[in-house]
């Protein structure tokens, strides 16, 4: 009887045995899947929309003239912040770098309506209308390499110009690019060590 008993009770130890083994492969397989998929699902996610896009988007919330963008890095989520002209009124759009999904809009009246009426009487002198702050960066892209963190619409001597800053590791460009012709006018290059720490 004990005999019995002992070979049962080793035939048991062995089916635990295996068991566990056959469990812990089924884990460790389960847990390898996850986590592939997970890497996937992250770098998938974090792949930058582009000014080009978030212009596009913040304007079908917005109709108007974009005077800048900017590349927001916050630790609550990345996005663009887009600056639009109207008559009378600023309006602010953001929009999520990643999803494309617009955040908040906000509007502020502005009685001193100069730079919209400065535009218009520069669309009209040019007899056309000036190029998207989006080809502007693809412009200013093409003569330097990097990502642009910030595209703003300014007025020097008359002449309209997007002044688009690139950055490339610690390196930041700005570049100048007419607002009318797209070419690009200077580059201007400075070693940046220090983030900055804009406000919203």
Not at 13 to 30: D, K, M, T
Not at 41 to 62: D, F, N, P, R, Y
């Amino acid at each position: 009887m004990r005999k019995g008993m002992k070979v049962w009770g080793s035939m048991a130890a062995a089916a635990i045995i295996l068991g566990g083994a056959y469990g812990i492969n089924e884990v460790q397989g389960a847990s390898a899947g996850t986590g592939t998929g997970t890497v996937q699902s992250q770098s998938q996610s974090k792949t930058l929309i582009g000014v080009e896009k978030a212009e596009a988007l913040a304007l079908k919330s917005a109709e108007g003239r974009v005077e800048s963008i900017d590349f927001k890095e916050r630790i609550t989520g990345d996005y663009y912040k887009v600056e639009i002209r109207q008559a009378n009124k600023e309006i602010d759009v953001r929009v999520d770098a990643y999803t494309g999904k617009i955040l908040s809009v906000r509007t502020e009246t502005d009685d001193d309506d100069d730079d919209y009426r400065e535009y218009a009487a520069a669309d009209s002198a040019q007899g056309s209308k000036m190029i998207t702050a989006a080809k502007a960066a693809a412009a200013a892209t093409a003569s330097v390499q990097g990502k642009v963190t910030e595209i703003d619409l300014d007025e020097d001597d008359g002449r309209f110009i997007y002044e688009v800053e690139v950055r490339n590791g610690r390196t930041k460009t700005e570049v100048g690019v007419d607002a009318y012709t797209a070419k690009v006018l200077y580059t201007d290059v400075d070693s940046d060590d220090d983030s900055d720490d804009d406000d919203d």
